[in-house]
């Protein structure tokens, strides 16, 4: 039996913080490439959680999640910023608020 | 006592910089103050045996992601008083709002753990044992991260790509709008 | 022959789906001759079945081309029946109605619309012979209910006149209120006895009546509801005056061959269930006879050429019935028959006149026309020596046995005879009266009108007529004039179920006494006649001194004693009152407010709703994540309970 730096709940803390500014960068953002590193940063504190619980388990499974989430975050990134890069195009700006073709 | 110094620095300096990245109004500073918590991240990631991990967050993370966002940044030619007045102004607040209950709710159920860990095996974290868990238990899944890469590839390209000249670029030059309203951000 | 009895309704029908929906394109010529032509096909269908029917000792014969309702042990076939009964009806619908629709070539060649005409007429042809053909009561209302479409589409013919329309309408609600008579009796018969077929629901009508004699006497009664409403008795008979609305012709196919006469027969149809009941049948004579007297009276004032015959068919109606409900029903039928005779010869003579006048129908502006229209003059005189009773012509054969059924039959009454005696004198002075006015004296019309006779096509359906109304009795000849009284004869079969339940026929009369009937109702058609020749030939002033006179009483019958002003004070107003105030209050307060407070629901739901899609990101995006906040805390809130 091994033991981590600091107490889990002090990972647990620090993820759910970087979490929760994720969450707000996401909601009061209007910049949409704000937005966009806002999720980078959940993703990472998601991250974050998965090699903590690697390590406690001792169970290599964790990390390789950390490897899936990683690709998914490369993809979400390309597709996110082409998104970004045609509504430039179209509306001259990635301002969310300017975002608006939904109304009904 | 120097693992706990280095958790302790490492973690303010992500909080910080996370902190400053949503903060800031100016994208390409955001940009860089995320690597900064991907760099605290990944030093934490070397704590707990995950070198290969941690070697992956800088490389792929800070080095392709971020770059990728720098990259567009810098070709939008985004500057920090890009955006007029905030129309709903009380929605930042009520934005923030979530994300303090939705942090409160998690810390009311965090428990008082201990620093317990399981014994590691020899080489847990390094390339070997990951590349054995991806091409073994993990191979299926791991093949199917191609098709989502390779997918992304394409919408990208698709979504991106300039149209044809048929059809008008509907192109409105961001309008530098109310200047006295964007209060200057911190470079 | 009898097997296609089935296709004798059909060939009318086939004039009208032809006439309906080719008329108009193949030209009036063509229209006409369809619309004789399938009339003809089918009388001479109808010959052939008599004479087919003479030769089958059972008197009856059966078909049923096809199932119509078969729901559970609810059965009913779309059967024809073809009696003596019924072969008389087809005999007398497809024969007289094709010589209407000869005449109605002629009368209406000016009519652009005379494809529609054609095509109604055979329609109404075409139910009729239904109504009558029908072995159960629900293929006899088709018809019944056909007729009176018909009869609404008919007497509404000329619909861009208001007045005409009205009428429309009026003979239509109005035999809508017979009509809820017939099918609350036509549910009441299935409730009771479990079948609709005539044939099933005699059989077992004497059962049925040992059980509740009352529930004969309701069905009887309201069975007779629906008769008064199509053959206009009081106190349902005000449609038919306004019926004349119509063409000349259709009144004449109205009032003589078809739908005034399906009440009659419905009656006798039924005979057996109004036997039955002698309440019923007592109704039936006694209505009957007060609408003869009743419409009689106000056929003697009135005006209007085609009105005096209006309230005279009314009149002559009422007789049926009360042989009908004397227990005569042979002689009721027998002057169906006849009177179909006389009356479309007086209605096809009136239109002839009318025609030759330029649509002129006010007898007043008349007079003098026996000259000019010789042929119509003559046939005209011969059909109203038959409606006043003169022998040997069939208007005297069949009144005559009526007077003496009613007087001699034990459940008759003298009274009623004597109600029926002095309205033959009446018939036969207001017939006189129409006669001398039109046709004799000094001419009352514009010099500018040059009467002329009519057209062949108009002309041969009278003298035809004209030739039956003369023979036409005699096929039921009294034995005490040395006749067979064959017709009775022939109906027989029919109303054998009816006549074992009446009392029976006692022969005490002595032949002194019918004799004696006998001169005493020639006596007053004679004396109707000569009455008439008093005032309006003889001496012209007396009318109208005694009009100054009897002013009162004068208008009290020109006003039709005033009935459609109380039906209209006590019936219709009260109800379109209600009906308005209905509408307001319930159906576009309640329903209408039902349905668009709905529509205004979900318009104001749907506005509220849309209000939410604002396209705002971050708007959708905090919503989002205090529903994530709300259920997260849900699952934090269940988790700290548990782990206490």
């Known amino acids: ?104 | 006592m120097a693992d706990q110094l280095i958790f302790w620095v490492a973690a303010i300096v992500a909080i910080i910089a996370a902190a400053r990245v949503i903060l800031l109004k100016n994208p390409i500073v955001s940009v860089l103050h995320l690597i900064v918590t991907l760099v605290a991240l990944a030093v934490l990631f070397l704590q707990l045996s995950a070198e290969f991990i941690a070697a992956l967050q800088i490389i792929v993370y800070a080095g392709a992601i971020m770059v990728l966002f720098l990259f567009i940044v810098m070709l939008l030619n985004l500057r920090k008083d890009e955006f007029g007045r905030d129309q709903l102004p009380w929605l930042r607040l009520l934005g923030t709002l979530a994300g303090a209950a939705f942090l409160a709710e998690l810390i009311s159920v965090i428990g008082g753990g201990r620093a317990r860990a399981a014994v590691l095996p020899q080489e847990f974290g390094s390339v070997r044992s990951i590349g054995k868990a991806l091409f073994g238990e993990y191979l299926f899944p791991f093949e199917l991260t191609s098709l989502l890469l390779l997918a992304a590839v394409l919408a990208a390209v698709v979504v991106a790509r300039r149209r044809s000249p048929s059809e008008p670029e509907n192109f409105q030059p961001a309008a530098p709008v109310n200047q006295a309203a964007g209060n200057g951000g911190e470079a | 022959m009898l097997p296609l009895l089935w296709t004798i309704p059909l060939w009318p029908l086939l004039g009208f789906l032809l006439n309906g929906f080719f008329g108009r394109r193949w030209g009036k010529k063509t229209s006409g001759l369809i619309g004789c032509a399938t009339i003809l096909v089918s009388f001479l269908m109808s010959v052939g079945a008599l004479a087919s029917l003479l030769s089958l000792p059972e008197r009856r014969y059966l078909v049923a081309p096809f199932d119509w309702i078969v729901v559970g042990n609810f059965h009913v076939p779309f059967g024809f029946m073809l009696d003596p009964l019924s072969a008389v009806m087809i005999l007398v619908v497809s024969g007289v109605g094709f010589l209407i629709h000869v005449y109605s070539v002629g009368y209406m060649s000016h009519d652009p619309d005379q494809p529609r005409y054609f095509s109604f007429l055979n329609l109404f042809v075409f139910f009729m012979l239904v109504l009558v053909l029908a072995d159960n009561f629900l293929v006899m209302y088709i018809g019944w209910e056909g007729v009176g479409l018909c009869s609404y589409l008919l007497i509404g013919f000329w619909f861009r006149r208001p007045s005409a329309a009205r009428a429309g309408m009026k003979a239509f609600i109005v035999n809508r209120i017979g009509d809820l008579g017939f099918s609350l009796a036509i549910f009441l018969i299935f409730w009771n006895f479990g079948t609709l077929s005539f044939i099933e629901v005699f059989e077992r009508a004497p059962a049925v009546a040992a059980v509740s004699g009352g529930l004969i006497t309701a069905i009887g009664l309201l069975l007779f509801m629906g008769a008064t409403g199509k053959s206009a008795q009081i106190p349902l008979y005000v449609w038919l005056p306004d019926a004349m609305e119509g063409p000349t012709p259709v009144s004449a196919l109205i009032h003589a061959a078809t739908m005034v006469t399906a009440g009659v027969y419905m009656v006798a149809r039924c005979s057996t269930l109004f036997a039955l009941a002698p309440v019923t049948l007592a109704v039936v004579a006694i209505i009957g006879a007060a609408t003869a007297l009743f419409a009689a009276s106000m056929a003697l004032v009135q005006n209007d050429i085609k009105k005096v015959l209006a309230y005279s068919t009314i009149s002559q109606l009422g007789y049926m019935f009360l042989a009908l409900g004397v227990g005569a029903f042979a002689a009721g039928i027998f002057h169906l028959m006849t009177h179909a005779f006389f009356k479309a010869l007086l209605f096809l003579g009136a239109g002839s006149v009318i025609h030759a006048l330029s649509d002129e129908q006010d007898l007043r502006k008349m007079g003098g026309l026996k000259t000019a229209m010789p042929i119509t003059y003559w046939t005209f005189l011969i059909a109203a020596l038959a409606i006043a009773g003169v022998p040997p012509l069939a208007g005297f054969v069949s009144k005559d046995e009526i007077l003496w059924q009613s007087f001699s039959s034990p459940i008759g009454h003298w009274l009623l005879w004597l109600v029926g005696t002095i309205t033959a004198a009446l018939t036969a002075f207001y017939m006189f009266r129409l006669v001398f006015l039109a046709f004799h004296g000094q001419s009352r019309y514009p010099s500018t009108v040059h009467p002329h006779e009519s057209p062949g096509s108009m002309a041969k359906p009278l003298i035809a007529l004209g030739v039956l109304s003369v023979i036409g009795g005699w096929i039921g000849w009294p034995k005490v004039l040395g006749g067979g009284s064959w017709f009775e004869h022939f109906l027989a079969p029919v109303f054998e179920g009816a006549e074992a339940r009446l009392p029976a026929r006692e022969a005490t009369h002595s032949l002194g006494l019918e004799y004696g009937l006998i001169a005493v109702s020639i006596a007053v058609g004679l004396l109707g006649i000569g009455w008439a020749y008093q005032w309006y030939v003889k001496s012209p002033e007396r009318p109208e001194h005694l009009r100054t006179r009897f002013a009162g009483l004068y208008n009290l019958l020109l006003n039709k004693y005033w009935v459609d002003e109380i039906y209209d004070a006590i019936i219709v107003r009260p109800l379109v009152g209600s009906a308005r105030f209905l509408y307001r209050r319930f159906d576009l307060a309640v329903v209408d407010g039902t349905a668009n407070g709905i529509a205004k629901l979900a318009q104001t739901l749907a506005a509220t709703g849309v209000r939410t899609s604002t396209g705002r990101f971050r708007l959708g995006a905090v919503t989002f994540a205090f529903g994530c906040v709300v259920a997260l805390g849900w699952v934090v809130y269940t988790f700290l309970r548990v782990s206490g």
């Open chain 1, 1 to 104: 039996m091994t033991l981590l730096p600091v107490p889990l709940g002090n990972y647990i803390l620090l993820s759910g913080i970087l979490f929760s500014l994720g969450v707000i960068g996401v909601l009061t953002a209007r910049n949409a490439i704000i937005i966009l590193m806002s999720v980078e940063l959940m993703l990472n504190a998601a991250n974050l959680l998965l090699v903590v619980f690697a390590r406690v388990h001792g169970d290599i499974g964790g990390q390789v999640m950390v490897f899936f989430v990683l690709t998914v975050a490369a993809a979400e990134a390309a597709v996110g910023l082409a998104i970004l890069v045609a509504v430039f195009r179209r509306k001259g700006s990635v301002d969310v608020d300017r975002l608006n073709m939904l109304k009904g």
